[in-house]
């Protein structure tokens, strides 16, 4: 028995030594693998044999089946090394499979909205005539919207037709609801709260000279609000930037000086500008600014439906009741307010026909600018 248990040893170790060396590919390894050393392997019952020999066999021959074992194992591990990396290797050489010389994806770059860009313009140049930034809440309430800007009770600017009111759902929400809440409404958009959307910039000034002494000058951008019908030079949601200084003996040649850097920054060093008398509650004298049509030169065309002349902006000298109204003296201080649309200006400047291109998000129109 011992004698051709260790030729069975013999043959086994000859025969997988040289058929392990020669596997192909992972797979013929595993084959083999289990052959020999699975657990009806070959060598796994040829050990299990021994038992029927005699103790001093057991200590002969156990050694060298054990190490038949290590040395198999050692050898697939190791041919299994092998294979893995010259597959790699070959997956890699296969030029249809990886090509590193092919350009990676492309990703779409963005960039600013036109939106956006022609308000960074505008606030450039007024930054360079030394207008500092301020803010103000899109979420206004009556007095900083309309009272303190001299809107008499009855303007007609107040009227629901332009401005959202907030509704009183948001105050009685956590609180219990009251008896009268429950009555049917007149309208959804009486005001109730006190508080609005705003619907203009020029709240900005007040807000900025309660917290402030004179001299300043500012710049307010933003977002502004009103409840009016959608339409190619209409939208419910639009930009403006509010300007406004005060000093000591600010005037109309102040503002007329201001406004033409400004339009001519803006639109070209050759661009007129012309005042004409207007009317807001919030200034005095009021005057509403136009340029010269960009399109024809003051000649007459479409655009400017043959005036010559395009209405650009709304401006005035602060008018001393607005003045009196945030503390300051109007005998010792004066100062002048604008307020412009930045999709008007956009819309001349690009070429673009209709204000609701604007909120679509088409990216085949925004790319173009
Ligand atoms: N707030 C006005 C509007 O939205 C525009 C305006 C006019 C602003 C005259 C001003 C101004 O500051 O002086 O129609």
Known sequence: MPASWEKNL??????????????????????LRVEVLGRKGKLTLLLKDLKNCSLEERKRLGPLANQLKDQLESLI?????????????????????????????????????????TMNQMTEILA??????AEGPLIESDYYNFEALNFLPDHPARDMQDTFYISSKFEVRSSKLKEEDQQPRTSHLEPRTGLLLRTHTSPVQIRKMESSRPPLRIMAPGRVFRHEAVDASHSAVFHQIEGLYVDRQVSMADLKGTLQIFMQSLFGSSTEIRFRPSYFPFTEP????????????GGGCTVCKKSGWLEMLGAGLVHPNV???????????????????????????????????????????????
């Open 128 to 133: 360079q005539q030394g207008f500092s930034w």
């Open 286 to 297: 009021s005057a509403e600014v136009d340029v010269q049509c960009l399109f024809c030169q």
């Open 10 to 31: 013999r043959s086994i170790q000859a025969f997988y030594t040289k058929a392990l060396r020669e596997a192909k590919d992972p797979k013929n390894l595993e084959t």
């Open 77 to 117: 591990q190791e041919k299994r090394e092998n294979l893995t990396a010259a597959d790699l290797k070959a997956k890699l050489e296969t030029p249809s499979l990886f090509d590193p010389s092919l350009p990676g994806a492309s990703f779409r770059q963005g960039h600013s909205h036109p939106l956006t860009q």
């Open 323 to 369: 003045l009196k109204q945030v503390g300051y003296d109007p005998e010792t201080w004066s100062g002048f307010a604008f307020g412009i649309g930045v999709e008007r200006v956009t819309m001349l400047l690009l070429g673009i026909q209709d204000i609701r291109m604007f909120y679509e998000n088409d990216v085949r129109f925004l790319e173009q600018f």
